[in-house]
């Protein structure tokens, strides 16, 4: 018999700023990466993307429309502090005082990412997260937050998916480095993030009042590719390095063994500073917050041998002497060509909850799709009802074997800039009326999904 979702679960769904807002170089804002980053041929820059900047009203009782309970979205750094530290920019101080208020008004709990793969230029420019500064650099503008925020805002999330910043750093642009240079900036840079997010962990507790916060990496559990036992370590290799790193550190304040055996074999392990450690240990989660989109399957892999399998930032790659990225051929994909694997959530929990025996949330987990607008006006987005269904009745599942589950925020609330597809691939329950290069109207729509999401939500996951 099936588990009841919990009576007060947090139904509700995810946006980034610098996807969703628009207003990138106005209102007071410094560039970040992204604004400078040039954008992949053939899509959009990031000047007006979903215009959530001016049409938050909207999109909020659109949300309260479907019943949320929760928003996730993300505080950009460098409408807050357009040189990373130092000045206040107000307007941005407005603005997101503006977001929540209009949240709460509908009792809808904001849930807030404070970085979404947004550094601010001017703090790259000083050597970004490789610099040891960049630690008291976050822990500062965590300040700045919890500050202007934090009598409202109870729910928080450090870094959005740090071990996609690490694991795919040179796709996502967070090193330019090649061969071994490039690991040992990365996990540089990967313990600087650790010890900044426990500090803005420890500070969260210490300056709001019922402050709940955690970490939101990407987790996807790896499949061994075959019954053959090699394989296996494959799988528990990618496992530690991929997940685990992560989640070992932001729960026990531990390096897991196998990453740190990687670390060393790459010869990129972190200088690590006296007292780290000890600030490591000390900063403890509420709650998982995670994204989920897929497993991983990988096959083991000798020293100087294999190819590299698929090209994008989703995709598993190959670690010489550690794991070989296979594809599963019992799951479908995307039309952008990611795997589907509801049952893989199941599992991916399953072994959370085993590790870590927290409270944990969904901050993401979806279908990217070309959308089409009818001429009168829908959206039949059925294999997005499709994909999410399937993966809320694994989340049921999960909770009846015994996990605890805090909620689901699918990506995305809003039709929004992807990562790397520009306006074509979208996630949202609402459709925002404009191509990659034509603005349109920018006027919003309800989906097949959004009408769907809404019977979910009020009938607690029943339906
Ligand atoms: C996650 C990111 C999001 C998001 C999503 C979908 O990795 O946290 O920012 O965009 O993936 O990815 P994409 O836009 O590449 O389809």
């Not at 709460?104 to 793969?117: E, S």
């Not at 900044?196 to 955690?214: P, R, S, Y």
């Not at 994909?387 to 909770?399: D, F, M, N, P, V």
């Not at 009846?400 to 306006?423: K, R």
Request: charged share 25%; with cysteine.
């Amino acid at each position: 018999k099936l588990k009841p979702f919990p009576k007060d679960f947090l139904w509700g769904a995810s946006t980034s700023a610098y996807q969703v807002e628009g207003a990138n170089l106005s209102h007071g804002k410094g560039p970040s990466v992204q604004d400078v980053k040039k954008v992949p041929e053939g899509t959009s820059d990031l000047t007006v993307c979903a215009d959530f900047y001016h049409r938050y009203k909207e999109d909020i009782a659109l949300m309260a429309e479907m019943g949320f309970k929760v928003y996730r979205f993300s505080i950009s750094w460098s409408r807050i502090l357009p040189q990373g530290t130092g000045e206040v920019n107000q307007e941005g101080i407005d603005f997101y005082n503006n977001v929540i208020n209009e949240c709460l008004k509908y009792n809808i709990i904001p849930l807030v990412t404070m970085f979404h793969f947004d550094m601010p230029q001017a703090l790259e420019e000083r050597g970004g997260w490789e610099k040891r500064e960049s630690i008291d650099w976050f822990v500062n503008f965590a300040k700045v937050m919890y500050e202007n925020f934090g009598d409202r805002v109870k729910y928080w999330l450090t870094i959005n998916e740090q071990n996609v910043l690490i694991l795919s750093g040179d796709i996502i642009g967070t090193t330019t480095l090649t061969g071994p240079e490039k690991y040992k900036s990365l996990y540089q840079q990967n313990h600087h993030m650790l010890v900044a997010q426990a500090k803005a962990m420890a500070l969260c507790h210490e300056m709001v009042e019922g402050g709940k916060i955690g970490p939101a990496p990407n987790i996807s559990l790896a499949y061994p590719a075959s019954c053959k036992p090699e394989d296996q370590l494959a799988a528990q290799n990618l496992n530690a390095i991929r997940n685990w790193l992560y989640l070992d550190m932001a729960v026990y304040g531990e390096y897991n063994h196998l990453a740190w055996a990687f670390m060393e074999k790459r010869n990129a392990t972190p200088h690590i500073e006296e007292g780290d450690m000890e600030i490591l240990k000390n900063g403890h989660p509420d709650f998982i917050g995670f994204n989920y989109y897929s497993t991983a399957t990988v096959a083991w892999c000798d020293e100087n041998q294999g190819e590299t399998f698929g090209h994008d930032q989703q995709k598993t790659r190959m670690e010489e002497g550690v794991y070989l990225g296979a594809a599963n051929p019992n799951l479908p994909h995307t039309d952008f060509g990611w795997e589907i694997d509801p049952f893989g959530f199941r599992a991916t929990i399953r072994e959370m909850y085993s590790r870590y025996r927290l409270p944990m949330i969904v901050t993401e987990n979806g279908l990217g799709a070309y959308d089409k607008l009818t001429e009168d006006g829908k959206v039949h987005d059925q294999y997005r009802i499709e994909y999410l269904r399937k993966h809320i009745e694994q989340i049921q599942l999960a909770i009846t074997d015994g996990a605890e589950m805090m909620g689901y925020c699918p990506w995305s609330a809003i039709d929004l800039i992807s990562t790397h597809e520009g306006m074509v691939k979208r996630y949202g329950f609402i459709y925002v009326d404009r191509d990659e290069f034509d603005l349109k109207t920018l006027d919003r729509y309800r989906k097949d999904s959004f009408y769907w999401y809404k019977k979910v939500i009020a009938s607690n996951g029943e339906d």
